[in-house]
């Protein structure tokens, strides 16, 4: 039958979907090794607490990219249903951190109080999200300009929560969110962004969500002759993504001790989105692979480290980035991949005869 | 050429990768003519028209028009309209914020300034001679869709046109509107205008053309005066079967018994694509058949069956119950199957692998929060790839990947996993090849003995003839007929198709 040559291909694209991201990464720590081997030196220290602690850049690269990669999780999920993104991410977080941090002023800080107002700033973006997929999924708005409309008021939002102050918290409870618990030398967030991995496995494992978005993603049509509920699917979609905002929200409120509605998580939706692409997961939705976007986020992160440790200051840092996004952009293009696909085949096909076999 | 000939289109060939769109094809376009062109869906007719507007390029054949001299070749719609030929598609493709006249005159402008006035005065002489009820200066999208389409044609005949194609023009109007649209081209023609009208209205051809050229498979059939082609033959060409060919048996008993309650029943089930409301019932066991052209409305009530389209009425009876049906998943649990008509756009889901196509709808009604192991599906998916024969290296190889007649094994896997008491089977057997066509159809056999009713939807007569214990005969969207036992064959089906409304005046 008429069969397109591109499509027998599929399961080296798979293992192609991942080999792009992990690229990237051990490339970049190859240019490292060659550059300073002492990068990767870890170090136990003490810090201000006087906890023993990890210290090195390979555990700053774990320990900044736990927001990003939780956000990641979320825009795979949203970018498979929706075959669009949210840019709301940034401004939302913002809202999410400003609600948490007024919680928490409220009173003593103590575990039920964080765990409340934890839940209170779930419940905001929970909600945020719901409104950003009510208008993409019932009101078929592009997602892009769905979106925009907390991207732009989001920050506003925030300031009007925040009373126009940028308050602070101050607890050993919020210390150890953001940074250590006393005793354990690696940095919380790493653990967090671990917890929601495992979220996301057992989601997936417990229940349809990742088989579902990926059907309403590829054939939404088809879909809805299954009898599955597409609108809903990603109404749902931009409710967990808007529980991982909440969450990466919560963890650089808890970092830093206080909330900037400007500057919190500024511009992260494009990394977020960015990571996404790099792993290989295509931006106009359907099938996706969490584990690419993972290691996307990590892999942004550790050219972000690479750049400090090279004292390239922060006002340049953003040009060196984009030279090498542009590279692994190149690299994952469909232009290129089809291209190292065919040699690979023209090398390869002497020894494997048939890749598939067509009826 | 002869002088009344505006357009000969001769020995016209087109292919594209794997299809041969049109071959050999010739066309005659008279002065003051109108001309229908038919056949079915694929036949060639939607191409013969791009050849001729310059969309598509001819590989081979000669195009003539009048007034210019020699062969022309046409490369491009502008230039198509140059040579005076001009179209208006079933979609209406003006600017409905514009005024009228703006959209008589749209692009059309030679001055570099706009002479309001004059256009008004000019668009209003041209909607005045053609008796079209509008006024230049009000806005195109307050007129009805009759009106908007006669202004297409207004602006299409006003830039000097020897040759006007009217695509399905009538397809999304009523009868009183089609009866203004046809004033219009009779009035085009009494002035010389060459009309080639596309439609899928047996009946609307009847009333206005003088000629009919039928094209079946891209191959011309014939061109013949409207009088001396009856309807019945005209469906014969179109299909391409005599009504004598009566050499193929129907094998099929009834083995349902009437006497029990329906499996399945609806009164003045309608929905919004399914507008004419129309009853329906199947007996356990039974294997039904909706017949008639492509476009006559049979995927659109089996469509509201399921309830796959917005359902606005009617009353549905499961095993004599009474029930509601709104959405797929409420007619999935009533142990309803739908396969789709249109295998890439509704059935497969493409990216994924035979195993996720396989078991999506049973999961499905099973529910979000009980995913099946990967022992589960790849079980069911094995037992499928077996029993059905589906061609693939494994149950993981995407979907995407398979031949047509495998995918929609797969797809047929899909609603057997489910163990359907009532399959809707539409068009189960399209562009896939005659081994696994026969295959499906034994299957069907099969599953009517084990008691399940299905309802078998093809283009092909033959295949409903050798399955089908009852035909359901549609034409231009309502039922226009029913057929069983003996009365099943290929004759009283076009016989039927052909009379169409006029069997219930009798």
């Known amino acids: 039958m008429k069969n397109d040559i591109r499509q027998s291909g599929r399961s080296r694209n798979d293992f192609t979907q991942l080999l792009i991201p992990i690229i990237a990464i051990v490339s970049l720590f190859v240019f490292n090794m060659l550059r300073d081997p002492s990068f990767f030196s870890i170090a136990l220290t003490v810090n201000n607490e006087g906890n023993y602690v990890l210290a090195g850049n390979l555990i700053s690269i774990l320990n900044s990219a736990s927001e990003l990669a939780i956000l990641a999780m979320g825009m795979t999920l949203v970018t498979s249903s929706s075959g669009g993104q949210d840019i709301s991410v940034g401004a939302t977080a913002a809202i999410a951190g400003s609600v948490f941090v007024s919680a928490l002023r409220n009173g003593n800080i103590t575990p039920p109080v964080v765990l409340l107002g934890f839940l209170a700033c779930c419940a905001v973006s929970i909600l945020v999200g719901a409104f950003n997929g009510v208008l993409v999924a019932v009101f078929k708005i592009q997602p892009m300009i769905a979106t925009l409309i907390l991207f732009t008021s989001g920050r506003s939002i925030a300031y009007w929560i925040n009373g126009g102050a940028t308050p602070t918290v101050s607890s050993p409870i919020i210390k150890a969110i953001g940074g250590f618990i006393p005793g354990v030398p690696v940095p919380t967030p790493v653990f967090i962004v671990i917890i929601c991995c495992l979220a996301f496995f057992l989601l997936f494992k417990w229940t349809n969500l990742g088989f579902y978005t990926q059907v309403v993603g590829i054939n939404q049509r088809a879909a809805h002759l299954n009898g599955i509920n597409s609108t809903w699917i990603k109404i749902l979609t931009f409710m967990i993504l808007g529980i991982c905002v909440a969450i990466a929200g919560c963890i650089r409120v808890s970092r830093l001790g206080l909330i900037n509605h400007e500057t919190i998580l500024a511009e992260i939706e494009m990394d977020a989105i960015l990571a996404v692409a790099i792993g290989g997961n295509a931006l106009s939705g359907g099938k996706f692979k969490m584990s690419g976007s993972l290691i996307g986020a990590y892999a942004i992160q550790a050219l972000t480290t690479t750049l400090y440790a090279m004292k390239v200051s922060s006002m340049e840092i953003k040009a060196y980035k984009a030279v090498v996004i542009i590279l692994m952009v190149f690299i994952g293009s469909p232009v290129v991949k089809d291209t190292t696909n065919r040699l690979l085949r023209k090398l390869t096909t002497k020894k494997i005869p048939a890749i598939i076999e067509r009826s | 050429m002869q002088n009344d000939i505006v357009l000969s289109m001769k020995k016209i060939c087109k292919t594209f990768p794997g299809v041969r769109a049109l071959h050999d094809v010739d066309f005659t376009l008279r002065k003051g003519e109108i001309h229908a062109v038919m ?63 703006e959209n008589i005159y749209i692009g059309r402008y030679k001055d570099p300034i706009i002479q309001w006035r004059k256009t008004y005065k000019e668009s209003g002489k041209i909607l005045e001679s053609l008796g079209i ?374």
Request: hydrophobic share 35%.
């Open chain 2, 39 to 101: 056949g079915e869906n694929g036949a060639g007719k939607s191409t013969l028209i791009k050849v001729l507007t310059g969309v598509y390029q001819k590989d081979s054949g000669t195009i003539n028009i009048e007034g210019a001299d020699g062969e022309i070749t046409i490369r491009s719609p502008q230039e198509a309209q140059k040579y005076g030929i001009s179209t208006v598609y079933q979609e209406i493709m003006l600017c409905p914020n514009l005024t009228v006249a």
């Open chain 2, 133 to 506: 009820p509008a006024n230049p200066k009000q806005q195109l999208g307050s007129c009805s869709l009759a009106v908007q389409q006669m202004v297409a044609i207004a602006r299409a005949v006003d830039m000097d046109c020897k040759v006007l194609i009217l695509d399905e023009p009538t397809s999304s109007l009523d009868e009183k509107e089609v009866k203004m649209i046809f004033t219009l081209m009779r009035n085009l023609r009494s002035r010389g205008v060459g009309i080639l009208f596309v439609t899928h209205f047996l009946e609307q051809v009847y009333e206005v053309c003088d000629r009919i050229t039928v094209l079946r498979n891209g191959e011309l059939v014939g061109e013949y005066e409207i009088e001396s082609l009856p309807k019945v033959k005209l469906v014969e060409k179109m299909i391409g079967k005599t009504l004598d060919d009566l050499s193929l048996i129907h094998k099929k008993e009834e083995a349902y018994k009437e006497d029990t309650a329906p499996a399945y029943e609806a009164v003045g089930l309608s929905s919004n694509v399914c507008t004419n409301s129309f009853d329906f019932k199947i007996y356990k066991g039974e294997i039904n058949g909706f017949t008639g052209l492509l476009g006559s409305g049979r995927s659109e009530c089996v469509r509201a069956i399921f309830g796959a389209d917005k359902v606005s009425g009617g009353e549905v009876r499961i095993g004599g119950k009474k029930t509601r049906i709104n959405k797929p998943i409420e007619a999935m649990n009533k142990g309803i199957g739908y396969l789709p008509e249109d295998r890439k756009q509704d059935g497969i889901i493409e990216d994924l692998s035979v195993r996720e196509n396989i078991i999506l709808a049973l999961q499905v009604m099973k529910g979000f929060f009980k995913p099946f192991t990967r022992s589960e599906a790849e079980a069911y998916a094995n037992e499928f790839i077996k029993s059905l024969g589906i061609k693939t290296p494994s149950a993981d190889t995407p979907i995407k990947s398979l031949s047509g007649g495998n995918q929609q094994k797969v797809i047929l896997a899909r609603w057997l996993l489910t163990h359907p008491q009532y399959l809707i089977l539409d068009e189960p057997t399209r562009g896939i090849d005659i081994g696994t066509k026969v295959e499906i159809q034994k299957l069907v056999l099969k599953l009517a003995e084990e008691g399940v009713s299905v309802t078998f939807i093809s283009s092909e007569i033959e295949e409903m003839l050798r399955t089908c214990s009852r035909l359901i005969v549609m034409r231009d969207r309502s039922i226009v007929g029913e057929l069983r036992g003996d009365e099943i064959t290929q004759d009283k089906v076009m016989s039927t198709i052909a009379k169409g409304s006029e069997r219930d005046e009798e």
